[in-house]
T-cell receptor, first 117, second 111 residues
Framework: GAVVSQHPSWVICKSGTSVKIECRSLDFQATTMFWYRQFPKQSLMLMAT?????????EQGVEKDKFLINHASLTLSTLTVTSAHPEDSSFYIC?????????????FGEGSRLTVL | DAKTTQPPSMDCAEGRAANLPCNHSTISGNEYVYWYRQIHSQGPQYIIHGLKNNETNEMASLIITEDRKSSTLILPHATLRDTAVYYCIVRVAGGGNKLTFGTGTQLKVEL
């Protein structure tokens, strides 16, 4: 299947700093990418839909000024957690679907674990 | 997207078939049934999907009832590496359509 890669796979930062997570589709172009967050022992929660060349669409309750999403190309979307705090510590996962795919199969990255001290 | 109901956990002996049920009684005519799994601390992995016909691939088989209100994912010969949370999701096909995850079924494959 298609490959989606995230970087970094894990990051530790101090409270108040900003952290950027990259999501790349390695062998296909994706006009839409999705960002999820997962807390321990919980399911994945959709945070936002990232659209290439336009503003992201955020789910209810997700602060768009805190979680900045940029989808500048058909193979790269970034999530920046601004002024991170310990409660932002979580597993962040992105997914993407090949443009033009007829069944809309989504492929997921390996996830990025953020720990805010 | 229609909601799905899955048992929270199941056990299976290694080498035996694992049959994971999913109820989706409010599924719409244009919604597909997708199955993903998530091994601990990894991103979800696509397994299989179908609309109304039964489907089979190298990983699993998907059996969808005639009324499409429920389905079963079958892992024919479960191994320890199949231990994971399995998610059944119904969704309209199309790359721009999001996947909404429920709580899934924690499958534990044991010796």
């Amino acid at each position: 299947g298609a490959v989606v890669s995230q970087h970094p796979s894990w990051v530790i930062c101090k409270s108040g700093t900003s952290v950027k997570i990259e999501c790349r589709s390695l062998d296909f172009q994706a006009t839409t990418m999705f960002w999820y967050r997962q807390f321990p022992k919980q399911s994945l929660m959709l945070m936002a839909t990232s659209n290439e060349g336009s503003k992201a669409t955020y789910e209810q309750g997700v602060e768009k000024d805190k979680f900045l999403i940029n989808h500048a190309s058909l193979t790269l979307s970034t999530l920046t957690v601004t002024s991170a705090h310990p409660e932002d510590s979580s597993f962040y996962i992105c997914s993407a679907s090949p443009a033009g795919g007829n069944t809309g199969e989504l492929f997921f990255g390996e996830g990025s674990r953020l720990t805010v001290l | 997207d229609a909601k799905t109901t899955q048992p929270p956990s199941m056990d299976c002996a290694e080498g035996r078939a694992a049959n994971l049920p999913c109820n989706h009684s409010t599924i719409s005519g244009n919604e597909y049934v997708y199955w993903y799994r998530q091994i601990h601390s990894q991103g979800p992995q696509y397994i299989i999907h179908g609309l109304k016909n039964n489907e089979t691939n190298e990983m699993a088989s998907l059996i969808i009832t005639e009324d499409r209100k429920s389905s079963t994912l079958i892992l024919p010969h479960a191994t320890l590496r199949d231990t994971a949370v399995y998610y059944c999701i119904v969704r309209v096909a199309g790359g721009g359509n999001k996947l909404t995850f429920g709580t899934g079924t924690q499958l534990k494959v044991e010796l």
